[in-house]
């Protein structure tokens, strides 16, 4: 069975101090892994993915991520706060024994502080 | 390239009604997912669609319907309107299985 643990419902940040959203997955097979932000009232965009290629994934706005495998993670950072980053940031994981399905994070809630 | 749309973006039902959420794709993808959300519990797949003609059910399938008649076109149907249906739907596509998803702009959806 595929799912992710997103640890933390609300984070916040200072404008400017490095984000750290979790995300844990559980596989039993090699899995895909994805990033979404959700900007209020909008539908999910995609940040980055994992798809067996390169560990460490650069997505757009500044945010990358790292699969490590021995920790079961996928967490996402940001060097520096923007503004702009406010969002929900969902976690999503899929693999070739899903039959086609994608697995979602509750989400995490970022506030950035001014 | 309109991308994923959704109509309506807001609609209030009365318990029992029915009504048709629609989604069309302009981007010639394979695959088509309808998802709910609801507060703090992420998006939970309702059904699926790997191409014309073929569904499947997703983690959440009881009290919805689907069609795929045409590539682009991917309605949800809710027969019998519940309290519990009360949600926002997604729609979304990709071009590939296990690629990335692009998301309409949703559905908020309340039955009273």
């Known amino acids: 069975a595929q799912s992710v643990t997103q640890l933390g419902s609300h984070v916040s940040v200072s404008e400017g101090a490095l984000v750290l959203l979790r995300c844990n997955y559980s596989s039993s097979v090699p899995p895909y892994l994805f990033w979404y932000v959700q900007y209020p009232n909008q539908g999910l965009q995609l940040l980055l993915k994992y798809t067996s290629a390169a560990t460490l994934v650069k997505g757009i706005n500044g945010f990358e991520a790292e699969f490590k495998k021995s920790e079961t993670s996928f967490h996402l950072t940001k060097p520096s706060a923007h503004m702009s980053d406010a969002a929900e940031y969902f976690c999503a994981v899929t693999s070739t024994n899903t039959g086609n399905q994608f697995y979602f994070g509750t989400g995490t809630s970022l506030t950035v502080i001014p | 390239n309109a991308g994923v749309t959704q109509t309506p973006k807001f609609r209030i039902l009365k318990i029992g009604q029915s009504m048709t959420l629609q989604c069309a794709q302009d981007m010639n993808h394979n695959y088509m997912y309808w998802y709910r959300q609801d507060p703090g519990m992420g998006l939970k797949l309702i059904y699926y669609s790997v191409g014309a003609g073929i569904t499947d059910k997703g983690e959440v399938p009881n009290g919805y319907n689907v069609s795929r008649s045409t590539t682009e076109d991917f309605p949800l149907r809710l027969e019998l309107a519940a309290p519990s249906q009360t949600s926002v739907y997604f729609c979304?596509?990709?071009?590939?299985?296990?690629?990335?998803?692009?998301f309409g702009p949703g559905t908020r959806l309340t039955v009273l």
């Open positions: 979304a596509s990709s071009g590939r299985a296990r690629d990335e998803q692009f």
